[in-house]
């Protein structure tokens, strides 16, 4: 069956066999936990913890400038809130009681088309729970986002800056994204797409001017592509309910874009 392509239906047994064995929760994990775990020790233990040019030492500093640059760029934010600030490697957002129920897709529509960072609801993430029970009524699966800091410094010196530029002014707009308003005004048009689906990009287009009077041209491009872009990644993502196992995740969604 591995040189042979045909029958095909025994080809095709062998390559899922082989594909679920090696996936990331069967296979890659657990190479990676055992080998990489001695890698870790062994650098960690190199040096004491209280060196700053230790292992711990260095990603603690490192972490801290990531998360002060963050929790400074969205301090009184009217849209989110950082909801544990300096716990771990996300930062967690909840929105507002006046921004919830704006947003239904895997990817955060607030930080693409506001901040052009392109960044996880989390809603799949919950499995279950339900924010409602903790936060309010208002609160869905889709009212918080996650923001992973693994990535070098400068990226969040750049998140902070646009962040302190739009949460001073809703109308204020960075480049060609969205003001916050524009924001709010393209998740009317949103909800409408969930009912009625679109031909192509143009009639998307259509459909959010008429929503958004004062958009640019550029700006529209830009949205519009990023709500096809989410439509897409929302389809692969929903192939993975209800569980959303990290090794299906990655299958469907793992794959790197460029920055904008």
């Known amino acids: 069956m591995i040189y042979k392509s045909e029958p095909v239906s025994n080809h095709e047994a062998m390559v899922t066999a082989v594909s ?4 990331m929760s069967n296979g890659l994990y657990s190479e990676w936990s055992w080998l990489g775990q001695m890698q ?3 650098m960690i233990m190199s040096r004491e913890l209280d060196d700053p040019t230790s292992w711990i030492g260095a990603y603690s500093e490192i972490m801290d400038e990531k998360w002060e640059l963050v929790m400074d760029g969205f301090a009184d934010c009217p849209v989110v809130d950082v909801s544990n600030p300096k716990a771990g490697a996300y930062a967690f957002f909840v929105y507002k009681p006046e921004y919830t129920g704006l947003q239904s897709s895997f990817i955060s529509s607030f930080f693409r088309d506001v901040l052009g960072i392109r960044t996880t609801t989390y809603y799949w993430g919950f499995r279950g729970a339900n924010p409602a029970d903790f936060y309010g009524e ?10 992973q800091l693994y990535r ?7 998140l902070g800056r646009r962040a302190k530029i739009v949460c001073s002014d809703p109308d204020a707009v960075i480049g060609d994204f969205l003001s916050i308003n524009q924001w709010v005004a393209s998740e009317s048009a949103e909800s409408r797409r ?8 143009e009639d998307r287009k259509r459909d959010l001017k ?5 958009v640019t041209d550029r700006q529209l491009d830009y949205l519009a592509k990023g709500h096809e872009h989410s439509d897409r990644i929302d389809v692969g993502v ?11 995740l990655f ?10």
Request: glycine residues 4%.
């Open 20 to 23: 679920d064995s090696y996936s």
């Open 40 to 42: 870790l020790w062994e």
């Open 138 to 147: 208002e609160y869905s699966t889709y009212d918080f986002t996650r923001l």
């Open 152 to 158: 070098d410094v400068s990226v969040y010196e750049e």
């Open 194 to 201: 969930l009912k009625q689906g679109f031909e192509d990009i």
């Open 210 to 214: 008429a929503h958004i009077h004062d």
């Open 238 to 248: 929903e192939s993975c309910a209800p569980y959303y196992h990290t090794s299906c």
């Open 251 to 260: 299958d469907k969604v793992g794959s790197r874009f460029e920055d904008f």
